[in-house]
Protein backbone atom coordinates (compact mmCIF):
# COMPACT_ATOMS: atom_id res chain seq x y z
CA UNK A 1 0.00 0.00 0.00
CA UNK A 2 0.78 3.89 -0.08
CA UNK A 3 3.49 5.09 2.21
CA UNK A 4 3.90 8.66 2.95
CA UNK A 5 6.65 9.99 5.38
CA UNK A 6 7.02 13.45 6.52
CA UNK A 7 9.63 15.31 7.82
CA UNK A 8 9.98 17.47 10.21
CA UNK A 9 7.65 16.18 13.02
CA UNK A 10 7.95 19.32 14.87
CA UNK A 11 9.29 22.75 13.81
CA UNK A 12 9.74 26.02 15.40
CA UNK A 13 9.85 29.21 13.52
CA UNK A 14 10.14 32.69 14.66
CA UNK A 15 7.22 35.16 13.27
CA UNK A 16 8.03 36.26 9.81
CA UNK A 17 10.53 33.38 8.76
CA UNK A 18 9.19 30.95 6.14
CA UNK A 19 8.39 26.99 7.48
CA UNK A 20 8.57 24.64 4.86
CA UNK A 21 7.15 20.82 5.25
CA UNK A 22 8.31 18.24 3.08
CA UNK A 23 6.79 14.50 2.13
CA UNK A 24 7.23 11.76 -0.03
CA UNK A 25 5.60 8.72 -1.02
CA UNK A 26 5.68 5.60 -2.56
CA UNK A 27 3.12 4.78 -4.78
CA UNK A 28 3.42 6.26 -8.33
CA UNK A 29 -0.37 6.18 -9.01
CA UNK A 30 -1.17 8.79 -6.45
CA UNK A 31 -2.71 12.05 -8.32
CA UNK A 32 -4.00 14.23 -5.77
CA UNK A 33 -1.60 15.73 -3.10
CA UNK A 34 -3.84 17.80 -0.45
CA UNK A 35 -2.49 19.07 2.79
CA UNK A 36 -4.73 19.72 5.97
CA UNK A 37 -4.19 22.25 8.75
CA UNK A 38 -5.16 21.26 12.43
CA UNK A 39 -5.19 23.24 15.66
CA UNK A 40 -5.64 21.72 18.79
CA UNK A 41 -8.51 20.06 19.54
CA UNK A 42 -9.95 20.59 16.43
CA UNK A 43 -10.75 18.95 12.68
CA UNK A 44 -7.94 18.63 10.11
CA UNK A 45 -9.43 21.29 7.72
CA UNK A 46 -7.64 21.79 3.97
CA UNK A 47 -5.50 24.49 3.08
CA UNK A 48 -4.27 23.92 -0.09
CA UNK A 49 -3.81 21.17 -2.70
CA UNK A 50 -2.42 20.07 -6.23
CA UNK A 51 -2.79 17.35 -8.87
CA UNK A 52 -0.66 14.81 -10.31
CA UNK A 53 -1.00 17.43 -13.65
CA UNK A 54 0.53 20.56 -12.12
CA UNK A 55 4.01 21.40 -10.21
CA UNK A 56 3.08 24.12 -8.38
CA UNK A 57 -0.26 26.06 -6.74
CA UNK A 58 -0.07 29.32 -4.42
CA UNK A 59 -2.72 30.66 -2.32
CA UNK A 60 -1.81 33.89 -0.95
CA UNK A 61 0.79 33.09 1.88
CA UNK A 62 0.99 29.14 1.15
CA UNK A 63 1.82 27.45 -1.64
CA UNK A 64 2.79 23.66 -2.68
CA UNK A 65 5.41 22.18 -4.89
CA UNK A 66 5.26 18.36 -6.49
CA UNK A 67 7.70 16.50 -8.06
CA UNK A 68 5.95 13.42 -10.03
CA UNK A 69 9.36 12.30 -10.74
CA UNK A 70 11.15 11.72 -7.41
CA UNK A 71 7.55 11.44 -5.83
CA UNK A 72 7.76 14.60 -3.49
CA UNK A 73 5.82 17.24 -2.72
CA UNK A 74 6.46 20.08 -0.03
CA UNK A 75 4.16 22.96 1.80
CA UNK A 76 5.84 26.16 1.89
CA UNK A 77 4.51 29.36 4.71
CA UNK A 78 5.88 32.06 4.02
CA UNK A 79 5.84 35.25 6.55
CA UNK A 80 4.43 33.04 9.43
CA UNK A 81 2.33 34.38 12.00
CA UNK A 82 1.49 33.18 15.22
CA UNK A 83 -1.79 31.69 13.87
CA UNK A 84 -0.56 29.17 11.47
CA UNK A 85 1.08 27.36 14.55
CA UNK A 86 -0.72 24.04 14.63
CA UNK A 87 -0.03 20.40 13.06
CA UNK A 88 0.32 19.74 9.13
CA UNK A 89 -0.50 16.49 7.47
CA UNK A 90 0.49 16.07 3.54
CA UNK A 91 -2.06 13.33 1.87
CA UNK A 92 -1.90 11.28 -0.73
CA UNK A 93 -5.02 9.77 -2.70
CA UNK A 94 -4.51 6.71 -4.83
CA UNK A 95 -7.53 5.26 -7.11
CA UNK A 96 -8.46 1.53 -7.24
CA UNK A 97 -11.55 0.71 -8.76
CA UNK A 98 -14.10 2.47 -7.03
CA UNK A 99 -12.39 3.56 -4.21
CA UNK A 100 -10.95 6.32 -3.58
CA UNK A 101 -8.80 6.50 -0.74
CA UNK A 102 -6.36 9.25 1.02
CA UNK A 103 -3.03 7.90 3.26
CA UNK A 104 -1.67 10.89 5.35
CA UNK A 105 1.42 11.48 6.38
CA UNK A 106 2.93 11.08 10.61
CA UNK A 107 2.36 14.86 10.57
CA UNK A 108 4.38 18.06 11.50
CA UNK A 109 3.81 20.05 14.69
CA UNK A 110 4.51 23.88 13.60
CA UNK A 111 5.16 26.18 16.11
CA UNK A 112 5.30 30.31 15.26
CA UNK A 113 7.22 31.84 17.84
CA UNK A 114 7.07 36.05 18.41
CA UNK B 1 -25.41 24.87 9.66
CA UNK B 2 -23.04 22.43 10.51
CA UNK B 3 -21.56 20.37 7.51
CA UNK B 4 -20.40 17.10 9.49
CA UNK B 5 -22.01 15.98 12.93
CA UNK B 6 -20.67 13.39 15.12
CA UNK B 7 -22.16 12.68 18.52
CA UNK B 8 -21.07 12.37 21.39
CA UNK B 9 -17.98 14.51 21.38
CA UNK B 10 -16.56 12.65 24.64
CA UNK B 11 -16.74 9.20 25.65
CA UNK B 12 -15.16 7.35 28.45
CA UNK B 13 -16.18 4.09 29.18
CA UNK B 14 -14.61 0.89 30.93
CA UNK B 15 -13.13 -2.53 29.17
CA UNK B 16 -15.32 -4.36 28.12
CA UNK B 17 -18.24 -2.33 27.00
CA UNK B 18 -19.95 -1.77 23.61
CA UNK B 19 -20.19 1.47 22.30
CA UNK B 20 -21.35 3.49 19.20
CA UNK B 21 -20.23 6.68 17.73
CA UNK B 22 -22.86 8.42 15.24
CA UNK B 23 -22.25 10.54 12.00
CA UNK B 24 -24.34 12.80 10.02
CA UNK B 25 -23.35 14.94 6.97
CA UNK B 26 -25.90 17.65 5.49
CA UNK B 27 -23.13 18.25 1.97
CA UNK B 28 -24.74 15.79 -0.45
CA UNK B 29 -21.57 14.07 -0.40
CA UNK B 30 -21.81 10.47 -1.54
CA UNK B 31 -18.46 9.02 0.10
CA UNK B 32 -17.88 9.26 3.92
CA UNK B 33 -15.53 7.64 5.94
CA UNK B 34 -13.94 6.89 9.70
CA UNK B 35 -10.53 7.40 10.56
CA UNK B 36 -9.00 7.03 13.83
CA UNK B 37 -6.08 9.77 15.30
CA UNK B 38 -3.95 8.10 17.90
CA UNK B 39 -2.06 9.95 20.95
CA UNK B 40 0.78 10.54 18.35
CA UNK B 41 -1.51 12.65 15.66
CA UNK B 42 -1.22 9.45 13.06
CA UNK B 43 -4.19 10.10 10.94
CA UNK B 44 -5.30 6.21 9.74
CA UNK B 45 -8.38 5.42 7.45
CA UNK B 46 -11.04 2.47 9.40
CA UNK B 47 -13.12 2.66 6.58
CA UNK B 48 -15.51 4.02 3.39
CA UNK B 49 -18.42 4.25 2.26
CA UNK B 50 -20.03 5.17 -1.17
CA UNK B 51 -23.75 5.44 -0.76
CA UNK B 52 -24.25 3.15 2.02
CA UNK B 53 -21.83 0.60 0.18
CA UNK B 54 -18.78 -0.65 2.24
CA UNK B 55 -16.37 0.85 -0.47
CA UNK B 56 -12.72 0.54 1.76
CA UNK B 57 -12.30 -1.88 5.18
CA UNK B 58 -8.73 -0.86 6.53
CA UNK B 59 -7.53 -4.67 8.09
CA UNK B 60 -9.49 -3.32 11.32
CA UNK B 61 -10.52 -5.90 13.89
CA UNK B 62 -14.02 -7.35 13.64
CA UNK B 63 -15.04 -5.45 17.01
CA UNK B 64 -15.60 -2.38 14.48
CA UNK B 65 -18.33 -2.47 12.98
CA UNK B 66 -19.32 0.40 10.63
CA UNK B 67 -22.87 1.04 9.42
CA UNK B 68 -24.49 3.41 7.03
CA UNK B 69 -28.50 3.21 6.73
CA UNK B 70 -28.28 6.16 4.61
CA UNK B 71 -25.90 8.07 2.00
CA UNK B 72 -26.34 10.94 4.82
CA UNK B 73 -25.61 8.91 8.53
CA UNK B 74 -22.27 6.90 9.00
CA UNK B 75 -22.77 4.92 12.26
CA UNK B 76 -19.18 3.30 14.21
CA UNK B 77 -20.31 0.53 16.64
CA UNK B 78 -17.41 -1.23 19.03
CA UNK B 79 -17.93 -4.22 20.56
CA UNK B 80 -15.45 -5.42 24.10
CA UNK B 81 -13.50 -1.89 24.01
CA UNK B 82 -10.15 -1.95 24.82
CA UNK B 83 -7.39 -0.04 25.75
CA UNK B 84 -5.78 0.34 22.88
CA UNK B 85 -9.14 2.06 21.25
CA UNK B 86 -8.68 4.81 22.85
CA UNK B 87 -7.95 7.38 20.09
CA UNK B 88 -10.15 10.59 19.18
CA UNK B 89 -12.37 9.11 15.98
CA UNK B 90 -13.08 11.27 13.11
CA UNK B 91 -16.22 11.01 10.34
CA UNK B 92 -15.31 12.60 6.90
CA UNK B 93 -17.65 12.70 3.71
CA UNK B 94 -16.75 13.75 0.57
CA UNK B 95 -18.11 14.19 -3.09
CA UNK B 96 -17.95 11.74 -5.99
CA UNK B 97 -17.40 11.21 -8.99
CA UNK B 98 -14.11 9.94 -9.47
CA UNK B 99 -10.89 11.01 -11.10
CA UNK B 100 -11.48 14.88 -9.91
CA UNK B 101 -9.63 16.64 -6.93
CA UNK B 102 -12.51 16.48 -3.85
CA UNK B 103 -11.95 17.75 -0.18
CA UNK B 104 -12.56 15.72 2.89
CA UNK B 105 -14.73 17.47 5.04
CA UNK B 106 -14.17 16.39 8.81
CA UNK B 107 -16.28 16.27 11.37
CA UNK B 108 -15.19 17.77 15.12
CA UNK B 109 -13.98 14.14 16.64
CA UNK B 110 -15.18 11.85 19.09
CA UNK B 111 -12.82 11.21 22.25
CA UNK B 112 -13.22 8.02 22.97
CA UNK B 113 -11.15 7.07 26.54
CA UNK B 114 -11.13 3.36 27.51
CA UNK B 115 -10.67 2.86 31.17
Known amino acids: GENVEQHPSTLSVQEGDSAVIKCTYSDSASNYFPWYKQELGKRPQLIIDIRSNVGEKKDQRIAVTLNKTAKHFSLHITETQPEDSAVYFC?????????????FGTGTRLQVTL | DTAVSQTPKYLVTQMGNDKSIKCEQN?????MYWYKQDSKKFLKIMFS???????INETVPNRFSPKSPDKAHLNLHINSLELGDSAVYFCASSQLPQRVAYEQYFGPGTRLTVT
Open chain 1, 91 to 103: ATRVERGTASKLT
Open chain 2, 27 to 31: LGHDT
Open chain 2, 49 to 55: YNNKELI
